[in-house]
């Protein structure tokens, strides 16, 4: 049997929580702790995992863990990592990545000094819609790609405080949010993200947004459009559809894939229509931590790297940028 791999977990909020749970359905790992200053919202993950509670993530990082799985807010991101590094331990970081490339840069090159692995939290790349997805653009079962539309709506109920706090979060919905579509589109395509245009809500102080939209440029030739919203419905809308010369795909998702090409039309609905929203976010969540560990079983970089949570900062930052100068901005 496989030797187990002990595994923490610092921030017991919302995302913490999830992936908390998701450690649950893998085996050969020893969750160990939750790590949260605020000890009434650690405890109560802890007894339902059977872990235990540490006051922060230096003291969880004594406990002898393999991986530390950082679900706190970006601006302590990059403290986080060092700390790990240091402690030669392997780390999954919730996006985004960090607030600055400066910060993702340092993270980088700290976790490579220190030969440990450093995974983004891009779940969408283990959702199986999403999967079906590339593997349909990239065998070419639309044609040639020529545009994505990529959106995601979501309702106020998902967002903390922090989440519009610039100096925490560092920046609003697309910091949260359109990183996972530009990583996303970026990924079914197999195209870098190289220019952006943008406008998000103007807002002023540490206060940020809670919409935008943008048109991207990829480096084969494919034009994106991408759209963020928070709002007071009760819904979740996250859709991403790439139009081909010769069919689309449309994903929703957490739901289904539809494929069309000339007459032909397949729909696959890929969840027991009984589960809701968070059972369904779960399965990626599983997917994500279960590749995770492989990579450190197998002494090898996880699917999803630092690289990558710095490409969709990266595009982030620049519609910021964009939105401020009325301009298109590259990519760095």
Known sequence: MA???RVGIAG???????????????PDVELVGIADPVAEKAEPLARETGSRVFRDYEELLTAGIDVLNVCLPPALHLP?????AQAGVHMLMEKPIARTLAEA???????KKANVNLMTGFTHHF??????ARRLVREGAIGKPLIVLDNMSITYGFVLPWYRDKEIAGGGVFMCNAVHGFDRAAWVLGQKLTAVCGLVEPTSGRRAEDFGAAI???AGGVQGSFFQHWGPYRTVQCELQVFGESGMVHVRSWDSLEWLNGDKRTVTYFYNSDHGLLERT????????SEMLSAVRENRPPSVTGEDGRAGLAATLAVYASSATGKW???E
């Open 127 to 132: 959702y199986p819609e999403m999967v079906e």
């Open 216 to 218: 991207a440029r990829f």
């Open 105 to 111: 840069d340092a993270m980088i090159a700290t976790c």
């Open 12 to 26: 017991a909020g919302f995302i913490g929580a999830v992936h908390a749970r998701a450690y649950l359905h893998l």
């Open 282 to 289: 779960l399965v990626g969540m599983v997917a994500e931590l």
């Open 329 to 331: 901005v590259e990519v």
């Open 80 to 84: 986080a990592a060092e700390a790990a």
């Open 3 to 5: 030797k187990k791999i």
